[in-house]
């Protein structure tokens, strides 16, 4: 089944730190960009992070900047998000898809809860 998996959200303080993971199945996710999106309640679904295909280029939101790094293993087929000195707002659920725009993508994957809260 072709299908993009999220994982590694979860509850964190403020100041904490989390990985994201995006692997593939059943396609080779290095031949796409892969962004980073999220979405809160009552609010659109934006772009995070996005990351080349071939050289690696990267696109950072400018409330992230700073904080996140986007990389990605193609032996593991796996794009991963490292979220540093998170805040609360960057509560949301995370998800990744195989362009830097949500409604150009291919593949979508289903999303991973990150909470951020004393």
């Known amino acids: 089944q072709v299908q993009l998996v999220e994982s590694g959200g979860g509850l964190v303080q403020p100041g904490g730190s989390l990985r994201l993971s995006c692997t593939a199945s059943?396609?080779?996710?290095?031949?796409?960009?892969v962004g980073w999106f999220r979405q809160s309640p009552g609010r659109e679904r934006e772009a995070v992070s996005c990351?080349?295909?071939?050289?690696?280029?990267?696109y950072y939101r400018d409330s992230v900047q700073g904080r996140f790094t986007i990389s990605r293993d193609n032996a593991k087929n796996t794009v991963y998000l490292q979220m540093n000195s998170l805040k609360p707002e960057d509560t949301a659920v995370y998800s990744c898809?195989?362009?830097?725009?949500?409604?150009?993508?291919?593949?979508w994957g289903q999303g991973t809860q990150v909470t951020v809260s004393s």
């Open positions: 990351i080349g295909a071939s050289d690696g280029s990267t």
């Open positions: 898809a195989t362009d830097c725009q949500w409604d150009g993508s291919e593949y």
């Open positions: 059943r396609f080779t996710l290095g031949h796409y960009v």
